[in-house]
C-alpha cells in the first residue's frame, strides 16, 4: 500500500495538469476566432508533450521484473520527449511564422512524434539490457546468499553442541567469516561447488547430527566439516 499511494498521488496530480490544459485550451479557443486551427493544432501539442513527460509518473517506474517497460529505460525515453518538445516548437513556429497550411503541419508533427516512438524502441532494448543484467546478477548471488545464511546458521549450531570439540567450531567459524567476503560468480563449477557445500550444510543441520541423541559419530562430523573445507578452498580460487 505503501507503494501504491504515491502512485495515486502522481495520477491525480497528472489529471489535474491535463484538465487544467484543456479547460484553457477551451476558454481560449472562444477567444480566438481567426487562428482556430492554429491553436486548437498548438493545444493538441502542448498536451501531447504534457502527458509525454509527466506519464511515466502514475507508474511505478522502479518495476525491473517487466521486460520491455520503457520507463525503465529513463534517460533514452526523456531524451526522446525533449527531441519531441523542440521539433513540436519548430512545427509551431511556422504554423503561425509562416502560415504554413495544415496538411503540412500535420505531416510534421506525425514525423517528429515518429522520432519520439523510435526513442521509445530504444528506451524498451535499454530497459531488457538493465533486466537481463540484474537477473544474471540475482543468479550469481542467490545461491551465494543461501549458503552464507547456511553456514551462519550452521555456526550457531556447532557451537551449541556437545558433539562438536573447539578445532571443529573453529574450523565452522573460520568458514562462515571466509563466505562472507568470497566473489559471486556465474559459471557452472562455481555454481557446482556452492551446490555441494550448501548440501552438506543442510545435511548437518537438518539431519539432526548436532543433536545429542543423533547416531552419527564425531567423526563423521568432522569428516563433513573437513570436506565442507576442502570445498570451499577449490570455490575461492574461482572467479
Same mark, same amino acid.
Given at each position: 500500500?505503501?507503494?501504491?499511494?504515491?502512485?495515486?498521488?502522481?495520477?491525480?496530480?497528472?489529471?489535474?495538469?491535463?484538465?487544467? @490544459?484543456?479547460?484553457?485550451?477551451?476558454?481560449?479557443?472562444?477567444?480566438?476566432?481567426?487562428?482556430?486551427?492554429?491553436?486548437?493544432?498548438?493545444?493538441?501539442?502542448?498536451?501531447?508533450?504534457?502527458?509525454?513527460?509527466?506519464?511515466?509518473?502514475?507508474?511505478?517506474?522502479?518495476?525491473?521484473?517487466?521486460?520491455?517497460?520503457?520507463?525503465?529505460?529513463?534517460?533514452?525515453?526523456?531524451?526522446?520527449?525533449?527531441?519531441?518538445?523542440?521539433?513540436?516548437?519548430?512545427?509551431?513556429?511556422?504554423?503561425?511564422?509562416?502560415?504554413?497550411?495544415?496538411?503540412?503541419?500535420?505531416?510534421?508533427?506525425?514525423?517528429?512524434?515518429?522520432?519520439?516512438?523510435?526513442?521509445?524502441? +530504444?528506451?524498451?532494448?535499454?530497459?531488457?539490457?538493465?533486466?537481463?543484467?540484474?537477473?544474471?546478477? %540475482?543468479?550469481?548471488?542467490?545461491? @551465494?546468499?543461501?549458503?552464507?545464511?547456511?553456514?551462519?546458521?550452521?555456526?550457531?549450531?556447532?557451537?551449541?553442541?556437545?558433539?562438536?570439540? %573447539?578445532?571443529?567450531?573453529? &574450523?565452522?567459524?573460520?568458514?562462515?567469516?571466509? +563466505?562472507?567476503?568470497?566473489?559471486?560468480?556465474?559459471?557452472?563449477?562455481?555454481?557446482? +561447488?556452492?551446490?555441494?557445500?550448501?548440501?552438506?550444510?543442510?545435511?548437518?543441520?537438518?539431519?539432526?547430527?548436532?543433536?545429542?541423541?543423533?547416531?552419527? &559419530?564425531?567423526?563423521?562430523?568432522?569428516?563433513?566439516?573437513?570436506?565442507?573445507?576442502?570445498?570451499?578452498?577449490?570455490?575461492?580460487?574461482?572467479?
Amino acid at each position: 500500500m505503501k507503494q501504491q499511494k504515491p502512485v495515486f498521488v502522481r495520477t491525480i496530480l497528472f489529471f489535474i495538469g491535463l484538465f487544467i @490544459l484543456l479547460l484553457s485550451a477551451c476558454l481560449i479557443h472562444f477567444q480566438v476566432t481567426a487562428f482556430n486551427w492554429r491553436m486548437t493544432f498548438a493545444y493538441i501539442s502542448l498536451c501531447v508533450i504534457y502527458i509525454l513527460f509527466f506519464l511515466p509518473g502514475c507508474f511505478a517506474l522502479r518495476d525491473d521484473r517487466k521486460s520491455g517497460n520503457i520507463f525503465i529505460g529513463g534517460a533514452v525515453y526523456f531524451k526522446g520527449c525533449v527531441v519531441y518538445t523542440i521539433l513540436s516548437a519548430i512545427v509551431a513556429g511556422c504554423i503561425f511564422g509562416l502560415l504554413i497550411p495544415f496538411a503540412i503541419a500535420f505531416s510534421l508533427q506525425m514525423a517528429a512524434f515518429f522520432i519520439f516512438l523510435i526513442y521509445c524502441y +530504444l528506451s524498451g532494448v535499454a530497459s531488457d539490457k538493465v533486466l537481463g543484467v540484474k537477473l544474471q546478477e %540475482e543468479a550469481k548471488t542467490s545461491q @551465494l546468499k543461501a549458503l552464507q545464511a547456511g553456514t551462519a546458521s550452521m555456526l550457531i549450531r556447532v557451537n551449541q553442541s556437545a558433539k562438536c570439540d %573447539e578445532e571443529m567450531k573453529k &574450523s565452522v567459524r573460520k568458514l562462515s567469516e571466509d +563466505l562472507r567476503y568470497l566473489s559471486p560468480s556465474n559459471t557452472s563449477r562455481c555454481a557446482e +561447488l556452492e551446490g555441494c557445500m550448501l548440501d552438506i550444510v543442510n545435511t548437518v543441520c537438518r539431519a539432526g547430527y548436532l543433536d545429542e541423541k543423533s547416531l552419527a &559419530s564425531q567423526d563423521e562430523l568432522k569428516k563433513m566439516i573437513d570436506e565442507l573445507t576442502m570445498l570451499y578452498e577449490q570455490r575461492k580460487l574461482m572467479y
